[in-house]
């Protein structure tokens, strides 16, 4: 750069400021936009001109990132057309390395009257990289931005308070629980220091300064009672004090009422499964009163005893009779009333569709410390299920309704679906992995001991699964594995594209022919752990000369197939070894032409079309003397 000889003194002055300023120093005029002087640092990140040519400003647009240009370019007339004295400072980017990485450079800049160098106006300037602090800077407004953006959106209100109780910020959560403003807040507050009388309710918004949580119940501003989970933070100066409060507010009126409906629910059911038992003792009672009246009515008939005796007795049985008729309906109106939701609606699903619909539910009804896994199979796992109740059931588990989570632990349930072992293809399993459950190993024997003792109320809701999974065909097993792992296995039957009922051998009617004789020659079972409604039926068959083998228990009954295959077995449904339909299901796989009926007090959750394609009818509680001879023919093909 050319310098005057005249201000060579002044030159030695520059040149010494690096010395005291780590940046770049330099001086130019602003009219010209000529460099008259600029010391190594500047030369170094800037340029210099080329040896016997001027170095002007525009030179350094070559530099400068596009976007600044403008501004730029600005600052250059602003200096031009400004007084002595005028002070700068800007910030501009340059492109400095290869890689086109950004470097910003901060500007400070005085107009001063150097006359021994030029009769214009000078411009002292310093330059350093800020490129640090831009960045921190553009870091912390992101931060904040980002946090605003938490801050807002949350899910659960939010509310910074100073130390004296006053809010500053809220976010729109808060307001949609509370129905409070910043504002209305604000001159809640104004109304609190100035001494006015605030309602206790109002108070409550100004005592959040114990650190910690808890549950409590707010007051809305429009007068309706809050149920809230409160947390509260301090974050406190360098002299330990408080600065400010961070306070938390999550609404959980709709869940303590969720909770409370559940808990309502379960009690229904437990009242249903009562007056369901109720039921089921009060059939096999009518059972027998039923029988015997219309035996007694048969025999009077018959019989030889004196006609006014006889008209009499006669009379007395039909009363019995109708009062048996009479009770019979109450009987199914309790089951009725029993029922805790609608009747099944067996459909074929794919069980791993169904489990994935009802994600969100199960995300939603999940506890807070428990987490919840899905590993579901991609290939179609089709069963045949009622999809509804079968999601309520998963439900239960998930809950803790059925298996108690320790509210102490963080607890996690993995549910899957496949094929067991790889290899089995006519059924499915649903797998459920616990872990942080509030069960002992004692709970687990004693739950293996009572799980068909129905009477048992500890597993009333386990009892229901088993039932409902049993009506589907399927199968409940539960293991305790190591680190107290509990291991729920459901394993549904494959359902084939289309259903097929098998075709069942018929017998022909013989005409002019008694169909019973030919009955009679058969191997007829009856199991029923009820000694009188047993009996009962025993005498009824004996009517048409039927010879019944008689079981008071399910095991019975299989102890007898390995030495003898019935033909006909009617069987209660609930018994407490093995129910009625498994067990005849077991006898089928023996005698797979096997007729037989299947009686029960409630027919909720059995597929009776399901049952039927099997060769399996359904009967109700209590069953007439008529109903069990049509139910043999049906069975038999002779009607």
Same mark, same amino acid.
């Given at each position: 750069?050319?310098?005057? *000889? ?10 010494? =400021? ?46 400068? $990132? ?19 004295? +005028? $002070? ?14 950004? +470097? ?10 150097? %006359? ?21 800077? *553009? ?13 807002? #959106? ?61 549950? @409590? ?15 509260? #933070? ?17 609404? =959980? ?11 309502? +629910? *379960?009690?229904?059911?437990? !009242? ?16 027998? !009163?039923?029988?015997?009246? &219309?035996?007694? *009515? ?53 069980? +791993? ?27 179609? =796992? ?33 549910? /899957? ?13 649903? /797998? ?15 739950? #293996? ?7 048992? %109320?500890?597993? !009333? ?8 999974? &049993? ?76 010879? %019944?083998?008689?079981?008071? @228990? ?37 005698? %797979? ?12 959750? !059995? ?33």
């Amino acid at each position: 750069m050319q310098m005057n *000889q005249e201000a060579s003194g002044m030159m030695d002055f520059f040149r010494l =400021l690096p010395q005291t300023y780590p940046g770049g120093v330099y001086l130019f005029e602003p009219k010209s936009g000529a460099f008259l002087f600029a010391n190594d640092y500047f030369e170094k990140i800037l340029g210099s001109p080329s040896k016997g040519k001027t170095f002007f400003q525009s030179d350094l647009l070559a530099k400068l $990132h596009p976007e600044d240009r403008i501004h730029f370019e600005t600052r250059s007339l602003t200096l031009s057309q400004s007084q002595e004295g +005028s $002070h700068f400072e800007n910030d501009f980017r340059f492109l400095l390395d290869s890689k086109g990485l950004s +470097s910003w450079l901060h500007f400070e800049e005085k107009l001063v009257r150097l %006359p021994q160098i030029s009769e214009e106006f000078l411009v002292i300037g310093f330059v350093r990289d800020v490129t640090n602090e831009k960045v921190n800077e *553009q870091n912390i407004k992101e931060q904040i931005q980002f946090f605003l953006g938490l801050f807002e #959106n949350a899910s659960v209100g939010m509310a910074l308070q100073d130390w004296e109780g006053g809010y500053f910020r809220i976010n729109r959560r808060f307001t949609e629980i509370t129905g409070y403003t910043i504002h209305s807040l604000t001159d809640l507050n104004l109304k609190r220091i100035r001494g006015e009388a605030l309602s206790p309710e109002e108070l409550e918004y100004f005592k959040f300064f114990k650190e910690g949580m808890d549950e @409590t119940t707010l007051t809305g501003k429009d007068g309706r009672k809050i149920d809230v989970y409160r947390k509260t #933070n301090t974050f406190r100066n360098a002299q330990g004090k408080p600065d400010f409060y961070y306070v938390f507010l999550d609404d =959980l009126t709709e869940k303590k009422r969720k909770d409370s409906y559940h808990l309502h +629910s *379960q009690k229904l059911e437990t !009242i249903g499964s009562l007056a369901g038992n109720l039921a089921h003792d009060l059939n096999n009672y009518l059972q027998p !009163i039923h029988v015997f009246s &219309k035996l007694g *009515q048969d025999l009077l008939v018959s019989s030889g005893t004196q006609e006014a005796y006889r008209e009499k007795l006669k009379e007395f049985f039909i009363k019995i009779g109708t009062a048996a008729d009479s009770a019979r309906s109450m009987v199914h109106r309790i089951i009725r009333y029993s029922k805790t939701s609608e009747e099944e609606v067996i459909d074929r699903v794919d069980v +791993s569709s169904a489990l994935e619909s009802s994600i969100p539910i199960l995300v939603a009804e999940s506890p807070k410390n428990v987490r919840l896994e899905f590993s579901l199979c991609e290939d179609p =796992l089709f069963v045949r299920i009622d999809p509804i109740r079968f999601s309520k059931l998963i439900g239960e588990f998930v809950m803790g309704s059925i298996f108690p989570w320790d509210s102490q632990k963080e607890g996690s349930v993995h549910i /899957s679906t496949g094929v067991p072992d790889g290899n089995e293809k006519d059924r499915f399993l649903i /797998s459920l992995r616990f872990s942080g459950l509030a069960l002992s190993h004692l709970d687990l024997e004693f739950l #293996n001991q009572s799980i068909f003792e129905e009477d048992e %109320p500890k597993w !009333i809701l386990l009892q229901l699964a088993n039932r409902h999974i &049993k009506n589907w065909g399927g199968e409940l097993l539960w293991e305790m594995k190591e680190n107290s792992i509990l291991l729920v296995s459901i394993y549904l039957p494959a359902s084939s594209e289309k259903r097929e009922a098998p075709v069942y051998p018929k017998e022909k009617k013989i005409e002019g022919k008694d169909v019973w004789q030919d009955i009679a020659k058969k191997k007829i079972w009856i199991v029923e752990d009820d000694d009188p409604s047993r009996e009962s039926i025993a005498m009824v068959l004996g009517l048409k000369n039927i010879e %019944p083998e008689l079981f008071a @228990t399910p095991k019975e009954a299989l102890e007898r197939l390995k030495s003898e295959k019935p033909d006909f077995v009617l069987s209660d449904y609930r018994m407490k070894e093995l129910n009625g339909l498994s067990l005849l299901r077991k006898i089928k796989e023996s005698v %797979p032409y096997l007729s037989a009926v299947l009686y029960t007090g409630n027919a909720e959750g !059995i597929d009776i079309e399901m049952l039927e394609a099997e060769g399996i009818l359904v009967r109700t509680k209590p069953i007439s003397a008529s109903e069990l001879h049509e139910s043999i023919l049906l069975s038999f093909g002779f009607l």
